[in-house]
């Protein structure tokens, strides 16, 4: 049997993505192993998901590092010491340098809560009620320098409908990111798709 992919899940916040990525590794043939949950904020509720759960869980103080490097540097070193292959940013609030995702480059994803490249940063659902848009959904993607902008693994769209908030709207999405994410993940960590030097690349299985 190939050996499981040793994941981390960065997150700044509730966790429910990585709660939904956790229950999918439990499946003896999915290939990611959830090894090691961190943040950014030590009072993230999701540590606390994550221990129950019996993963590893820790937290960067952003607060107490002079500037970024310094921070992305002890990130790193929890990193090494848990000897990660893969991340998962799962509601993960900071912006990484060039650098970092550099070193990470074709190994660390993200889940986007809208059909990119529509509506890239925050507040994805108000833009697009306010756009008028027909149909809307999430996107799991490599992440590159540029926000929300690496090559995309999967997508999964919902329909809009009449009457609809932010809030409903926001609701429905996120039933389909606890679906996408697991599955683009086990298509990452089997290997079925990388990232090469120019776009990504998908593979027989």
Same mark, same amino acid.
């Given at each position: 049997? !190939?050996?499981?992919?040793? !994941?981390?899940?960065?997150? *700044? ?13 439990? $499946? ?24 129950? $759960?019996?993963?590893?869980?820790? $937290? ?11 921070? +992305? /540097? *002890? ?14 940013? =799962? ?6 340098? $060039? ?16 059909? #990119? ?13 306010? =756009? ?6 999430? !996107?799991?993607?490599?992440? +590159? ?10 997508? *999964? ?7 609809? !908030?932010?809030?409903? #709207? ?13 599955? =683009? ?8 798709? /990388?990232? +090469?030097?120019?776009?990504? /690349?998908?593979?027989?299985?």
């Amino acid at each position: 049997m !190939t050996t499981r992919k040793r !994941t981390a899940i960065l997150i *700044s916040g509730r966790g429910t993505n990585m709660a939904a990525l956790i229950a999918a590794a439990r $499946a003896p043939d999915f290939p990611a192993e959830i090894v090691l949950a961190l943040s950014n904020k030590p009072d993230a509720p999701g540590l606390s998901l994550a221990k129950s $759960a019996g993963i590893a869980a820790a $937290a960067i103080d952003q607060k107490i590092y002079a500037g970024r490097d310094e921070f +992305e /540097r *002890s990130m790193q070193a929890m990193l090494d010491i848990h000897r990660i292959e893969l991340i998962c940013l =799962a509601g993960f609030m900071r912006i990484m340098s $060039a650098p970092f995702v550099g070193r990470w480059r074709g190994r660390i994803i993200n889940i986007h809560p809208s059909l #990119l490249p529509a509506f890239r940063g925050l507040d994805t659902h108000r833009r697009a009620l306010e =756009a008028g848009a027909k149909v809307h959904g999430c !996107t799991v993607h490599f992440v +590159e320098p540029e926000l929300d902008a690496g090559p995309i693994i999967a997508q *999964s769209a919902v329909s809009i409908l009449a009457g609809d !908030t932010a809030e409903s #709207l926001a609701a429905r999405v996120l039933e389909k990111e606890h679906q996408l994410y697991a599955q =683009a993940l086990a298509l990452v960590a089997s290997g079925r798709v /990388r990232l +090469e030097d120019g776009p990504t /690349r998908i593979t027989a299985a």
